[in-house]
């Protein structure tokens, strides 16, 4: 009797050949539960009444902010105290081969990512990185290449193709996204090389120690900017969506350290008198 | 000739054009390379002000908070900074809410660049091209570099008014595309927004901050 839910072995070990009953692949299973979840999540999400909201872009405002507190909840129990650990047991190399690991596990979704946004020459180091330091699972950076490599994910190859940006949307425990970027997760979650690649017990263990290790790792990265917003903005969540939508707005623009993102039309309403 | 004569033509009349020349000047768009140059000089000169404070580690914190608010007065503008943090709600605002306002802003804004002031010790920073927006702004891009390594580079692009004719100062940082005072403004008017409107609710949340700074 089937539970409903399969670990990536068990799924594939149900899969038959050629003649017997093809059951769904496991990969394939996890995104639609994804996807249904995320559907029903966008179902219990009530579109707040443009007078409400405080920002035009946030159709569903309300439900955004009890997410957001909830997750703020989760971080001040769970995530804070851990990542604040982690930031002062784990030491630098430790935490350095995490962030290497992490950014290795994307090159996959960078290189097919960049090759469909026409970045020939990124995919092709972003292959080369992940052949390379695929001899170490990621953990250490053979190619020195870290600056040279922009991380694309298929959100931005979304809005590459002029694919609409879609609402704002708190997801609980992942933070804000917007429709389009959540959409490009999912895809970008289904090329893990692990994933795709991974056998055997300890690469299981790894990939499963993925999501959780990234998140404490972010968190740690930014303690101090994520504290600051989080005790000291007068709105929180409002700062948290401005701050989403400008960084997200560089990266799609491919403007990282590079010339203001800032649409000039704002500053221009100062000096209209 | 009569002597009025003579005083006007040789020395009220060339006055006059002189005058009127340099008023042409001030009030032509300056070229951009000016601007450029105008704006890396702003942004050189901020920050041999804030090294000059870092050299005095020891100085207490009224001190302190004195030469932060003589810093903000002296490179940023200040007013402008105000008005464009409230969005369109500073049209509606009354003379007393924004002067009010203006005054708490820059007090948190201090209060905030003093409890986080000794997180500049140990960076250097490196001056990087300059970008003509517009022909109000020019954009000046640097970097922060600890000389520890203990912390990664900063990329930085400072937002300079360079309205001709007027002081060349300040408006907006922007650290890694993120823009501080985009960002202010957003929260401002979140906060303005959800309190149906009104402008004083905005001054209200702000002293409430001050206290707790």
């Known amino acids: 009797m089937h539970t409903g839910f399969m670990t990536g072995r068990q799924g594939a070990d149900t899969i038959t050949g050629t003649g017997g009953q093809r059951q769904t692949p496991p990969k394939i299973m996890v995104s639609k539960l994804i996807l249904v979840g995320l559907a029903g999540l966008l179902a219990a999400c009530s579109t707040t009444p443009p007078d409400e909201r405080s920002d035009s872009r946030d159709v569903f405002e309300n439900t955004n902010r009890s997410i957001y507190a909830f997750n703020m909840a989760a971080d001040t129990y769970v995530l804070e105290p851990v990542a604040d650990g982690y930031r002062s047991t784990i030491p630098e190399g430790g935490q350095q081969a995490v962030n290497y690991h992490l950014r290795w596990a994307s090159m996959p979704s960078t290189a097919i990512n960049s090759t469909l946004q026409g970045k020939f020459e990124n995919a092709g180091l972003a292959t080369l990185n992940f052949l390379v330091n695929g001899l170490t699972l990621g953990f250490a950076d053979l190619t020195q290449d870290h600056d040279t490599i922009e991380q694309e994910d298929f959100g931005q190859t979304l809005a590459s193709y002029n694919a609409p940006e879609g609402p704002y949307i708190m997801v609980p425990i992942l933070g804000p996204r917007t429709g389009r970027a959540l959409t490009g997760n999912i895809v970008d979650f289904a090329m893990n090389p692990l994933r795709v690649f991974g056998s055997g017990d300890e690469v299981q263990t790894v990939r499963q120690a993925q999501a959780p290790l990234g998140a404490v790792s972010f968190r740690a990265k930014n303690f101090d900017a994520f504290n600051d917003v989080k005790y000291n903005a007068l709105d929180p969540y409002a700062r948290t969506r401005s701050a989403y939508y400008q960084i997200r707005l560089g990266l ?6 590079g010339t203001s993102p800032t649409s000039e039309d704002a500053f ?3 000096f209209e008198d | 000739m009569p002597l009025y004569r003579t005083l006007i033509n040789r020395t009220l009349i060339p006055c006059l054009v002189s005058a009127m020349a340099l008023l042409a000047a001030a009030m032509l768009p300056a070229s951009a390379s000016d601007r450029q140059s105008a704006a890396i000089t702003a942004v050189g000169s901020l920050i041999s002000d ?6 005095t580690p020891d100085a207490d914190r009224d001190t302190r908070h004195g030469a932060i608010t003589a810093l903000l007065d002296t490179h940023f503008a200040m007013d402008s900074i105000a008005a464009f ?14 002067e009010t306002y203006k005054s708490v802003f820059r007090d948190v804004l201090v209060g905030t660049i003093l409890n986080n002031f000794d997180q500049l010790n140990g960076l250097t920073y490196t001056p990087g091209k300059a970008t003509p927006k517009g022909d109000k ?3 000046v891009s640097g970097k922060f570099t600890d000389v520890t390594g ?18 060349v100062q300040l408006f907006d940082i922007e650290i890694e595309n993120l823009s501080l005072l985009v960002t202010q403004r957003q929260e401002n008017v979140a ?9 004083g609710a905005l001054i209200t949340a702000m002293q409430t901050r001050l206290s707790t700074q």
């Not at chain 2, 804030?50 to 050299?55: D, G, K, Q, T, W």
């Not at chain 2, 906060?191 to 402008?199: A, L, M, S």
Request: cysteine-free; aromatic content about 10%; charged content about 30%.
């Open chain 1, 252 to 257: 799609l623009e491919d403007r990282v350290g």
């Open chain 2, 191 to 199: 906060v303005i927004r959800k309190n149906k409107g009104q402008f």
């Open chain 2, 137 to 139: 702004f020019v954009i």
């Open chain 2, 150 to 167: 203990a912390r990664p580079p900063v990329a930085v692009n400072w937002r300079v008014l360079t309205r001709t004719g007027k002081p």
């Open chain 1, 268 to 270: 221009e309403f100062l």
């Open chain 2, 50 to 55: 804030v090294e000059a404070m870092l050299e």
């Open chain 2, 85 to 98: 943090s409230t969005g369109p709600y500073w049209r509606a605002a009354t003379p007393d809410e924004r």
